[in-house]
């Protein structure tokens, strides 16, 4: 599964096409998909991906995410397919993140059905915080190979979460 824009559009620093490996997500129900779909769209829609180190390219790049042995790969090209580096990251740090996450956002659909403002308000805000950890986990795993700014790391955030709905 692809999401892209054209390429063309020139922006540096940042990614402009996200494959899934097929082999390492499975498919699902047409509603997790579905989510997976708009992850990888808000995604590329904006982001701020800045490869560090030496000899790194500014971008724009593609990226092709997997999952090998507990591990989130991250296969970095530019444009032309060419590889700039492959970055992995460990999964089950995110994992009570992630599960307290599905749980706060189960409550606050519940929450929706019958309870006031001021109790979806409060629901929310914890669904937020856990949203901005698991966030700032990313972020600080990821930092010694790429800089994202919190609205990426975020989005990556949901697209990891995505990946680990059953169905």
Sequence with gaps: MTSQDDGT????R????????????????????????V????????NTFILKGEGALPGPYHLKLGLSEDRLVFDVSDTKETPCRQITMPVKPFRMVIKDYFL???SYFDAIKASSPSQIEAIDMGRRGLHNEGAQMLRE????DVDLDQITARRFFTLLCV?????
């Design 9 to 12: 559009s020139g922006r540096p």
């Design 14 to 37: 940042s990614i402009v096409k996200i494959a899934l490996d097929e082999r390492s997500f499975l498919r699902r129900r047409p509603e997790v998909e579905h989510e997976r779909e």
């Design 39 to 46: 992850a990888l769209f808000d995604l590329l829609e904006e």
């Design 104 to 106: 706060v956002c189960e």
């Design 141 to 144: 795993r990821l930092a010694a």
């Design 163 to 167: 990946l680990h709905m059953r169905g």
